[in-house]
């Protein structure tokens, strides 16, 4: 009985160690994903977003926005819990004697709490569970700031282009604004920005894949809209001056459906249905940046065109949206002015917080997202 324990225990402790060591070192995909943290996942998230059904958009966001800190401090509990009974159980099998016993005093190892008497191979294994805990420890304290310092570098960016497209952010007030003063050069500039940005988001959450549980701190803005904000705009762009014409555009697109698609692909969600850009609003937004252009392609073309480029990543961003409770951004702005026109959606500060945490929100937290069955 006390082998096939020991046996059991060198099992548990090597498959907490692999989980840990695909969780937190490994910077790529694997072909076996952390089962453990997968289902840890499974089990909090889907009574989490049950509850935050219930709740007003506002207090429905705060909620969720404790889920990605939570998940990874439940993450930790587990592992170490799962790596002290491992130890208890070579212990035990090793000197016998009460598991509860054995159990007290792996947890007092663990924490460099307990002092070790007995034989040689009592202290072999007491050595080992020390040693693998200060590991454990290290490792955590070097990847909590890499968490948080890519979490840093995401919402900067976030909050940029909120003062540029509103709150949340709308394609077509980016395009309004460059076609209405000419900067067309400034727009190049900006995609080549967002290529990085883009393709940095796209490492970080393929590697620490809780980042995409993390919030920003407006209930209006957040990575994924962001994120297909700066796609519609290079589709637009690339759809509009025609196939070849605007490298920057090209090339922010591309990055941006990989980012896209990789990340379905990470967080097992299915392609959702959408079609975010009506008719009108297409005629709307390619009249007004036609008319600052001096050759456009053709209004037909371009909606042809900007039909294929969507159809390429706009499924998978709504699939991602409806499975991280996050609402995608409008083509076109909500607001409008005395004649009509389009106008950048505010930004709430100091005293006028609109979209804050804990204030209104535009959002609804949807029905029948999370993960699916053997994912």
């Given at each position: ?6 046996i059991?225990g ?23 994903d952390p089962?453990?943290?997968r ?8 009574p ?14 705060t ?56 034989s ?19 490792i955590?304290i ?21 003062t ?12 309004q604004?460059?076609?209405?003063q ?15 940005w ?31 904000a ?9 759809a509009?001056?025609g196939e070849?014409?605007s490298?920057a ?10 980012a ?8 097992q ?42 159809q390429v990543?706009e ?7 409806d ?30 917080r ?21 994912a």
């Amino acid at each position: 009985m006390r082998v096939v324990a020991g046996i059991g225990g060198a099992t548990l402790i090597a498959l907490m160690l692999a989980e840990f060591f695909v969780t937190f070192m490994l910077p790529r995909r694997v072909k076996r994903d952390p089962r453990i943290a997968r289902g840890l996942l499974k089990l909090l998230w889907w009574p989490w977003r049950a509850l935050a059904r219930r709740l007003e958009p506002s207090s429905a966001d705060t909620w969720l926005g404790f889920f990605g800190p939570l998940a990874l401090l439940v993450e930790l509990v587990v592992w170490t819990l799962g790596l002290i009974a491992g130890f208890a159980l070579v212990e035990w099998a090793a000197v016998g004697g009460s598991f509860g016993h054995r159990i007290l005093f792996s947890s007092g190892l663990f924490v460099s709490a307990e002092g070790v008497s007995g034989s040689t191979l009592v202290h072999v294994i007491a050595l080992w569970e020390a040693a693998t805990a200060l590991g454990v420890l290290f490792i955590v304290i070097g990847y909590m700031p890499a968490v948080y310092g890519a979490f840093s570098r995401r919402e900067t960016a976030v909050s940029q282009l909120a003062t540029r497209a509103g709150s949340p952010p709308a394609a077509g007030v980016l395009l309004q604004r460059v076609a209405s003063q000419e900067r067309w050069r400034e727009l190049e500039r900006d995609l080549r920005a967002w290529e990085e940005w883009a393709a940095e988001l796209m490492e970080t959450h393929l590697s620490y894949p809780l980042l995409g549980f993390y919030r920003s701190q407006h209930v209006n803005q957040n990575w994924l809209a962001a994120l297909t904000a700066m796609v519609d705009v290079a589709a637009f762009v690339g759809a509009i001056k025609g196939e070849g014409k605007s490298e920057a555009a090209e090339i922010t697109f591309d990055i941006g459906r990989h980012a896209l698609s990789d990340l379905a692909h990470q967080y097992q969600v299915d392609p959702g249905r959408v079609d975010r850009l009506s008719g009108s609003e297409f005629d709307e937004l390619y009249g007004l940046i036609a008319a600052a252009m001096t050759h456009p392609v053709e209004r037909e073309e371009t909606r042809r065109r900007l039909d294929e480029l969507r159809q390429v990543y706009e499924p998978n961003a709504q699939g991602l949206a409806d499975f991280l409770a996050l609402d995608l951004p409008p083509w076109l702005p909500s607001e409008r002015g005395p004649d009509g026109s389009m106008r950048k959606p505010r930004v709430g500060v100091g005293s006028d917080r609109g979209d804050l945490v804990g204030q209104p929100a535009r959002g609804q937290v949807r029905e029948g997202d999370g993960f699916e069955d053997g994912a």
